[in-house]
């Protein structure tokens, strides 16, 4: 509630109660989904989330790689059947957890359906592999959520809340000459999604610097506006909503 609050200062209190249960609702859904990816067969999870234009990212893989960016609204777990419908090499960032059991559980699941993940700390080494052996790979990361304070190089506004922001994607587009795509994902019902491809940016070199993350942000913004009982509330997203002018204070001093 604190989150919707600060999000949506316009709506009543009656409101975001609404949105609230309608988030709960699909929160349970979700996590019922994760449990079921252990044991969904191909045919079930092409059913259930489905890709619209794919072409989109098939003729940009033909020419370079790809930073495919999404956020943890709807259904960010199946995304990993995307693989599915291509041959290029496709890997997941993520942060690895210290359960090693647990972790290696989790990772043998969302590489079910041809993918592989890789730790942040080693997907540059990797993109250098794959382009000096003419690889034009998928990286696919999930950037919408709060970074470390000491590793934060941006501050923006998201959802009218000034709060530090990942710009990893941008800085991997300009360096390595990537393309960025926005999957944009749709609940239909209960256990059916749609996700649709969109262009970001196709060359990156010579934009301004954080234009190319503001793009995605408001992207995320745009999705979440639209129906936000599907973005995941229960994280704090703006835990340090005040910091930057702590930070600014303290550096003047």
């Known amino acids: 509630m604190k ?21 709960y609702r699909h929160f349970v859904d979700v996590f019922i989904e994760m449990i079921k990816t252990f044991t969904m067969s191909k045919k079930q999870i092409r059913k259930r989330y489905k890709f619209k234009n794919f072409d989109l990212v098939s003729k940009l893989a033909e020419k370079k790689g790809i930073v495919l960016l999404g956020s943890h ?35 043998k699941s969302r590489e079910r359906f041809g993918g592989y993940l890789i730790p942040g700390k080693k997907l540059i080494p990797k993109i ?17 959520q709060s970074p ?26 300009k360096r390595f000459d990537l393309a960025t795509v926005f999957l944009d994902v749709k609940k239909i019902k209960r256990g059916y999604y749609e996700a649709t491809f969109e262009l970001v940016c196709e060359d990156a070199t010579n934009m301004k610097n954080f234009e190319l993350t503001d793009r ?36 003047n001093n």
């Open 148 to 173: 470390q304070l000491k590793k934060t190089f941006y501050w923006a506004p998201f959802m009218g809340v000034k709060v530090p922001v990942h710009t990893g994607a941008e800085m991997l587009s």
């Open 73 to 107: 609204y709807a259904n960010w777990e199946w995304v990993v059947s995307f693989c599915m419908y291509t041959k290029v090499p496709s890997y997941g960032v993520f942060t690895p957890i210290s359960n090693k059991y647990f972790n290696d559980f989790i990772t």
């Open 216 to 251: 995605f942000l408001a992207r995320v913004e745009k999705q979440i506006r639209e129906a936000p009982e599907f973005y995941f509330w229960t994280h704090n997203r703006f835990k340090h909503k005040d910091a930057s002018q702590v930070l600014r204070g303290t550096s």
């Open 128 to 144: 250098i592999s794959d382009q000096k052996a003419g690889i034009n790979g998928f990286y696919g990361l999930l950037s919408d």
């Open 3 to 23: 989150n919707l609050t600060l999000s949506f200062p316009e709506k009543s209190e009656q409101e975001l109660m609404i949105i609230q249960r309608k988030f």
